[in-house]
């Protein structure tokens, strides 16, 4: 976390789509919506838009179609992460944990292809060309949107002229 942690206020009529959510997408949703709670201000493009003052615009992709709404950095919504952060009681529930755990993979990956893209000056349609894709994947992934295949991150990584590196680390223990 960079600092103070802001809780998010939604718009009333996204606060309506998100009642309409799948549980799957919602989880999405509220891993973005917690990378921007502690990135307010530097959590930018794909996943964000400054609009102005302390507003920001999150972005997020469901299943192939750009979702997002206005949000603002300061009141209501409490993601279930911030109600334990808060040492609120919230239900256990494994289900959720690994569908926002793939989330902030996706969206970790996402950041990952974003960042060497641009560091290398390249579109979204040269990335894609470069690697047998369409842009619409390539948005897809860098919005966090899907977990990219071991065989497909390989060919993202030549793309990008990038070596590839998978590792698997012990967990700690605590003493």
Not at 54 to 70: C, I, N, P, V, Y
Not at 131 to 154: A, F
Request: glycine share 8%; hydrophobic share 35%.
């Amino acid at each position: 976390m960079t600092g103070e942690r802001y809780t998010i206020e939604i718009e009333p009529e996204v606060r309506l789509r998100l009642e309409d959510l799948p549980a799957h997408h919602y989880v999405i949703v509220e891993q973005k919506v917690d990378r921007l709670a502690e990135n307010p201000t530097t959590l930018g493009e794909p996943y964000t838009r400054h609009l102005s003052g302390k507003l920001r615009e999150l972005r997020f992709d469901l299943g192939g179609s750009a979702q997002g709404g206005t949000v603002v950095n300061h009141a209501e919504w409490k993601t279930r992460r911030h109600r334990k952060l808060l040492g609120e009681e919230v239900e256990e529930n494994p289900e959720y944990d690994r569908l926002y755990e793939e989330a902030e993979l996706a969206h970790d990956l996402g950041q990952l292809v974003y960042d060497r893209r641009t560091a290398l000056g390249l579109s979204q349609t040269e990335l894609a060309e470069r690697c047998g894709m369409k842009q619409p994947q390539i948005s897809r992934i860098e919005g966090g949107g899907t977990v990219p295949t071991i065989p497909l991150l390989r060919r993202l990584a030549r793309a990008l002229d990038a070596e590839l590196t998978i590792e698997l680390t012990p967990h700690t223990q605590a003493a």
